[in-house]
Structure formats: C-alpha cells, structure tokens
C-alpha cells in the first residue's frame, strides 16, 4: 500500500504531485514577461538614436550649406577688396585732379603777371632798378610774390636749345658751334610746375655750313 503524502497542515496531497513538481523546478517564463533580457542581450550593440538618424541624413545638405556659405563670404571678400582699390583710386584721381585745379589757378594769375615781369626786366637791363631805390624794392617784392606761386624761369645764353621749351624766333649760323645753343634771350620763359606758361623766345646760334 503506498504511503500518502502529507503536507504540514496533515492534509492528504495527491501522489507524485509534490515530487513531480520539486524535479521540474520552476516553470521558465514567458520572454515577454522579461524583456530585460533581451534588452541586455541588445545592449552589447552600439544602437542608433532618432538624433544620429536624423543627424546623418542631413549631413550632404549640410555640407551643401557650408560649401555655399564659404563661396558667399569669398566672393564678399573680393568684393570689398575691389571697392576698397576703387575707392583708393578714386582719391588719388581726386587729390591728382584737385591739384591741377589748383596749379591751373595759380598759372592764370602769374600769366596776368607775365607781362609787369616783362617790364621789370627791360628796366634792369637799361639800369633803371637802381639798388635800394623805391622802384627795385617794389619789383623785388612783386618778384617775390611769383616766386611763392611756384612759377620759375628758364632759358638762359649758352643753354642747349630744346625746341619743346624754347622758340626760336631767329637762327643765326655761328662758326665754332657745333650744336644749336641759345645766343640771345628774347623773352624768358615761365612754368609752374608741368604747366608751361610761356615758352621762352630766344634766338638761336646754329652751325655754320
């Protein structure tokens, strides 16, 4: 006859039951029930966020973006260059122009002078600028005021002639000159800077045939 089990109670357990269930052991659960072991299993791996996703298909554009962005700030760059040289150009234009106007004024007030110099120089010639007299006092003052305008003379006996500054108003053929020189000095000549005033009128001693 087989014994009946007992439990602690003293109630009668059907047979095999106690035993059958201490060997299986605990019945295994479902995997659903323990999704933490698939996501251990998972975490080995490096996973993908939605930011890494979205970060990597916008990368091309992005650099697309660059690309353009870098393009735009170099052609501003030679753009501002440009006007910058423009703008230096334009200055010196100016400056340049500014000082011709300003020369130029200068040249019409010495040319209305021209002529009282002129005379100044035929009275010294016959001795009539006596030194100290009131007469050469006031020429040396006017003389003075040409002077500070910038307006020099030229052309002088002896100098070589150079027909872009003197006008020869008569050749005379001079034994022993072996090139065209100033004999005589008509009228001088006057300049103010590059501007020519007045060329100087001389008579010229040539070579003699």
């Known amino acids: 006859m ?6 602690d109670n003293d109630e009668v357990r059907p047979d095999g039951e106690g035993s059958d ?13 323990n999704p933490t072991g698939a996501e251990s299993a998972e975490g080995g791996d490096d996973e993908l966020t939605v930011d890494d996703i979205l970060g990597t298909a ?15 700030e170099s052609t501003l760059l030679s753009d501002l260059k440009r006007l910058q040289a423009e703008y230096a150009n334009y200055r010196r234009r100016t400056e340049e122009q500014r000082q011709v106007e300003i020369d130029r004024a200068k040249g019409e007030v010495a040319k209305g002078l021209l002529p009282v110099l002129d005379d ?9 600028l ?20 910038g307006v020099v003379s030229y052309g002088a006996a002896g100098d070589a002639f150079d027909p872009q ?35 100087a009128k001389v008579v010229v001693a040539v070579p003699a045939d």
């Open 2 to 7: 087989t014994d009946k089990g007992f439990d």
């Open 130 to 149: 006596e030194a100290g007299s009131a007469f050469a006092l006031i020429a040396e003052k006017l003389r003075g005021v040409v002077e500070k305008l």
């Open 58 to 72: 916008q990368n091309p554009d992005a650099a697309a973006e660059d690309a353009k962005l870098a393009d735009l």
């Open 120 to 128: 100044l120089d035929r009275a010294e010639k016959h001795g009539d």
């Open 21 to 33: 269930a201490a060997a299986s052991g605990p019945e295994p659960q479902d995997a659903a029930d």
């Open 165 to 199: 500054q003197h006008e020869a108003v008569f050749q005379q053929p001079t034994p022993g000159v072996a090139e065209a020189t100033i004999l005589e000095v008509v009228e001088t000549g006057y300049r103010l800077g590059d501007v020519e005033l007045r060329p």
